[in-house]
């Protein structure tokens, strides 16, 4: 597969979650044209969530992103190539 580029990656993340949210605290039929207090809430905390979870996920990522560097300089140099 080609590289993906970074912009629609960007573009991804709060596309889902928007998508997310809004399934989890709209309902599908609105009788109001204003969120309700309820909604409103709702949508609060499943944004700072997935933004949460999201920027856990990159972090861990990139520490075995690191890990895996590092085992493989360790394997280079144990087998004299570099």
């Known amino acids: 597969h080609p590289p993906i580029p970074a912009l629609s990656l960007a573009g991804a993340v709060p596309r889902r ?5 809004h399934r989890k605290c ?3 039929h609105y009788k109001e ?3 309700s207090k309820g909604e409103s809430v709702c949508l609060d ?3 700072a969530k997935y933004l949460d979870v ?7 990522l990139t ?4 890990q895996d560097e ?3 300089k360790r394997m280079q140099q144990g087998t004299g190539t570099a």
């Not at 979650?17 to 949210?21: I, Y």
């Not at 520490?63 to 690191?66: D, K, R």
């Open 33 to 35: 044209p204003e969120l």
């Open 70 to 72: 590092e085992l493989l």
């Open 26 to 28: 709209v309902p599908p």
């Open 45 to 47: 905390r499943c944004v």
């Open 54 to 60: 999201h920027e856990r996920m990159g972090k861990k």
């Open 17 to 21: 979650m928007t998508q997310a949210c």
């Open 63 to 66: 520490e075995l992103s690191l």
